[in-house]
């Protein structure tokens, strides 16, 4: 066991320090940082010497190697844009994006897991057909647009729920909170839908897929023949059979959902860490977009291993791996 | 019945205390300022922004002229030095009483070499206080232009500064936070009551502002919306007041709706594309954009009147000088946009033997449409029969290969801000690359005559004749093709249309001080 989990956390600082490279690697192509912080009349002495404080002129690998030692300290710098500490930056926009991602998932198995039974107990008649078609919709339509007609409806239209920002926040300590306002649960609800779409089906299509794969198993058919009670063999049974894939999917999701909460972010200007990285890419500001990749991936690899080691620890024919 | 009259005089009292109610101007801006601090990063919209908060010596009034904020008065006592008198009874926002030292601090943080704003005053030199209210500054040379240099070299408190370990500015290179990226205190109109980054800062009314104030806002909110369509819904919706940036495709929409008011204008900065002078192309092959031919072929090929119609839905307006009217040095007689004449774009280039000539045109993206407006420029230029490969790309990429001089012909919009005069152009665009020269000069042109006027414009401290030799510069740009100048910018706000009174700049900067709700 000891042998396993070595194994695997070596695995994932690999990760990490793969990403991290491939990152830098990236940056070079992004563009000239220096071009976009100085005021236009300044001379080319002057950005050259910004250049070099800024350790731009250095080789690649000495500015990888320079980032790893660093931020294997918890220090990332000063963002070039803001001039503030990245860490703070990050952990100032964590909360807005963990409440939204959080609120997404508990969403997304709310709608999805009773939809998913529906559409399996209702097969073939036309209303769990046609809502297993229109899942296909939810999972093609791209978010950007999904959150601009969600605007258009409800914030434009019948002018219910803002369309924009993270309403009135609280503040516990560092950690800032939306939860505990109305204008910030109202907030919540168009960013946390639209985000959680493509989740919703999925989850749906998934459960469906379990539960037909149970509905036809020995013990609901010996269930069935003693009596048990429809709703009570759908939702405690077989429902309770089909609930593992779905918890796992659901965990690995969360890392995915962080990371595609950036195009959501962006659309209702949500403070959290993707609009974060958005704006560090079109200013160039390596710190920031370094650290947002490093701390992502961080939560994706962390997420895949504890997955690994729970399975490990279920299932003992896994540890050989 | 009893409860309809109730509510009946419950609205009637609301009604009667609405104009005594605090006057909100909710602000939806495309992107947020960096920071608190105006000495931080080399941007005209985030000073912009922080001129409700902190002031200079000068500033512009409604119509863009100068006119005197922290000084009121100035002489010129030597050929390199200025004498300020400065405002009496001007208050910091922590009650600190405003003087000379406040301004030599702040001169010194601003013009310090790690100060991204050095840049904004080119000719200074040195600072000595007189008295309390009277400071000489020197200059480097006769320098007419150092006033327009002076609004944007805000004021802080030297006190303030020093107490908190401030009086440098905060240099990204060295690692740690500067106090006055999160804090502020200067003598504007409005304070910062709060700041969070990216989501919302707001600023309340400064009650012991030396100005009278023609503004009735008692607190700003100001709100980045980086995506379009969601700024666009913001306002439709009425979640907020004013943009500053209304997008040029959704102007017929807004101006549908009877909430909102669209403010129409051009903008000062004026769209233009420039050539390499230099003898090889990047690829190496000889430059025929040394023949001057070809450089008229290439402007006479370009229907401004096209790209004016189709690419910037009528909102541009075609140019023919190099700067816009607003801008002192602009002449009327050299505003006469060129007529597009495929025809004879192709004799001149069969005559200068350039039939077929291929050249790297580079296009960024940070003006209106920028990426259109190349796409069609390049069409017009294939159907003459040159051969132009666009190269499009963000400006965070193509800014490098521009000021390394690795392209050919280049897109280039120029406000002349901060300093909104034709100098700016003169001096950084079209003369020779030398010294503090020609920073902008990405196509290596270099003109001994024009060289002599420019320079001459810079010390001459007689407004007529200096706006005269900047008008004669312009003339020799423009008879020697150096740039081909293609337009002046739309510019939209849009307000809602409850607020009475919102005034327009060129300049594309807000003034909410003369704001009236």
């Not at chain 1, 958005?278 to 939560?299: E, G, H, N, R, W």
């Not at chain 2, 926002?93 to 943080?109: C, I, M, P, W, Y």
């Not at chain 2, 909102?315 to 040095?329: D, H, M």
Request: charged fraction near 20%; glycine fraction near 6%; include cysteine.
């Amino acid at each position: 066991m000891l042998a396993f989990l070595v194994k695997r956390v070596g695995n994932a600082i690999l990760v990490m320090l793969t990403v991290a490279f491939f990152a830098f690697l990236i940056f070079r192509f992004l563009g000239d940082p220096v071009e976009l912080m100085v005021n236009e009349s300044a001379t080319q002495v002057e950005r050259d010497e910004l250049r070099a404080r800024l350790g731009l002129n250095d080789s690649f690998l000495a500015q990888y190697v320079r980032f790893v030692g660093h931020a294997a300290q918890g220090e990332f710098g000063l963002s070039w844009r803001n001039q503030q500490s990245v860490a703070t930056l990050i952990a100032e926009r964590f909360p807005a994006t963990f409440e939204l991602v959080i609120i997404a998932t508990l969403l997304s198995l709310l709608i999805g897991i009773p939809l998913g039974v529906f559409t399996a107990i209702g097969r073939g008649r036309w209303w769990a057909e046609s809502l297993q078609l229109s899942s296909i919709v939810g999972v093609s339509l791209p978010s950007f647009f999904v959150g601009i007609i969600l605007i258009l409806v409800f914030s434009v239209s019948l002018g219910w729920l803002p369309g924009y920002g993270r309403g009135e926040v609280v503040k516990l300590g560092w950690w800032s909170t939306g939860l505990l306002t109305a204008s910030g649960r109202a907030a919540l609800v168009l960013p946390a839908l639209s985000l959680s779409l493509f989740q919703i089906t999925l989850v749906m299509r998934l459960v469906r897929a379990e539960m037909l794969e149970t509905l036809r198993a020995d013990f609901i058919k010996f269930a069935r023949a003693r009596g048990v009670k429809h709703r009570a063999l759908w939702f405690r049974h077989a429902l309770k059979n089909c609930l593992m894939p779905v918890i796992t999917l659901t965990a690995m999701q969360v890392g995915n959902l962080i990371a595609f909460a950036l195009v959501t972010e962006t659309v209702f200007q949500w403070p959290g860490m993707g609009m974060l990285f958005m704006q560090a890419v079109t200013f160039v500001d390596i710190p920031v977009m370094a650290a947002y990749l490093c701390i992502v991936s961080f939560i994706f690899v962390t997420l895949n291993t504890l997955v690994d080691i729970a399975y490990a620890v279920i299932d003992p024919r896994l540890r050989a791996a | 019945m009893r409860f309809t009259r109730m509510t009946a005089t419950g609205i009637a009292l609301l009604a009667l205390a609405m104009p005594a109610m605090a006057e909100t101007l909710k602000w939806g801006a495309s992107r947020d300022i960096s920071s608190l601090d105006p000495y931080s990063y080399g941007d005209s919209f985030a000073l912009g922004v922080l001129n409700h908060v902190y002031e200079g010596l000068v500033r512009y009034d409604r119509n863009l002229k100068l006119e005197p904020a922290l000084a009121t008065s100035w002489e010129i006592i030597s050929p390199t030095t200025w004498r300020f008198h400065l405002r009496d009874g001007v208050k910091f926002h922590n009650g600190a009483e405003f003087t000379a030292e406040d301004v030599q601090a702040s001169l010194k943080r601003a013009s310090d070499p790690k100060s991204p704003l050095r840049g904004n005053i080119p000719a200074y030199k040195g600072s000595h206080v007189v008295d309390a209210h009277t400071i000489d500054i020197d200059v480097s040379a006769n320098y007419p232009l150092l006033l327009n240099d002076l609004t944007t070299i805000y004021i802080f408190d030297a006190g303030w500064l020093k107490d908190n370990g401030a009086e440098a500015p905060t240099d990204v290179g060295a690692g740690t936070e500067g106090y006055a990226t999160y804090h502020e205190n200067g003598t504007g109109p409005f304070k910062v009551e709060s700041r969070q980054p990216d989501a919302k800062t707001v600023f309340t009314r400064f009650d012991g502002w030396w100005d009278k104030p023609q503004h009735n806002i008692d607190r700003i909110e100001f709100t980045p919306i980086a995506s379009n369509a969601t700024r666009v819904a913001a306002l439709l919706a009425g979640d907020i007041d004013f943009t500053d940036q209304a997008p040029v495709q959704d102007i017929p929409r807004l101006q549908g709706s009877s909430q909102v008011k669209v403010l129409e204008g051009t903008d000062l900065r004026t769209v233009m594309i420039g050539f390499s002078q230099r003898d090889q192309l990047i690829d190496g092959k000889p430059n025929l954009m040394k023949d001057i031919r070809v450089r008229q072929a290439m402007q006479i090929a370009i229907d401004l009147d096209l790209i004016n119609k189709k690419v910037m839905r009528g909102k541009s307006r075609n140019a023919g000088a190099l700067v816009a009217p607003q801008i002192p040095g602009y002449d009327a007689a050299l505003d006469t946009p060129m007529k597009a004449d495929p025809e004879k774009a192709k004799e001149l280039l069969k005559a200068a033997n350039a039939d077929g000539f291929t050249f790297n045109f580079n296009c960024a993206d940070t003006l209106v449409n920028e990426e259109q407006v190349c796409q069609a420029v390049a069409s017009m230029w294939s159907r003459v029969g040159l051969k132009p490969q666009l190269d499009q790309g963000t400006r965070a990429v193509q800014t490098p290969k521009r000021s390394s001089g690795k392209v050919d012909v280049y897109t280039l919009g120029w406000a002349t801000l901060p300093m909104l005069d034709t100098y700016s152009l003169t001096s950084q665009v079209l003369h020779t690359k030398e010294g503090s020269f020609g920073i902008f000069n990405w196509g290596g042109w270099s003109d001994k005559e024009f060289d002599k006027v420019t320079e001459a414009s810079a010390v001459e401290l007689d407004q007529a004749k200096r706006l005269a030799m900047e008008a004669q510069s312009l003339k020799i740009a423009k008879e020697h093709v150096l740039m081909i100048p293609l337009h002046q910018q739309p510019l939209a706000w849009a307000t809602n249309s409850k607020i009475k009174d919102f005034p327009l700049f060129s300049d594309n900067l807000p003034r909410l001080w003369l704001v009236k709700m």
